[in-house]
């Protein structure tokens, strides 16, 4: 895929996070994309804080969206499929 990538704005950014899975949005606390981990153990340690700190199960009570975590929009200039 090649074509210009944007970043997306909060509104659309916050609508996507709003709409994820809980434990996808806790998994999101857990695991700073792009990071380098020293193993799997950190990541565990991340996720049972993020559990603790927000609720392993869904309550009704939202996660908030980490300030690190967005996404691009890349309008799609050429594409190949093999």
Known sequence: VEGA???LDDATVEAYWSARPR?????A??????SVID???T?????????AR???DDD?????RPP?????RVSIDRMEFW
């Open 60 to 64: 009704g009570t939202p996660v908030p």
């Open 68 to 72: 690190y975590w967005g996404g691009y």
């Open 29 to 34: 606390w857990a695991s700073t994309q792009s």
């Open 43 to 51: 990541i565990e340690d991340r996720l049972s804080e993020a559990e």
């Open 23 to 27: 434990g996808s949005q806790l998994g």
């Open 5 to 7: 990538a944007t970043l």
């Open 39 to 41: 193993g799997r153990t």
């Open 54 to 56: 927000y609720g392993a």
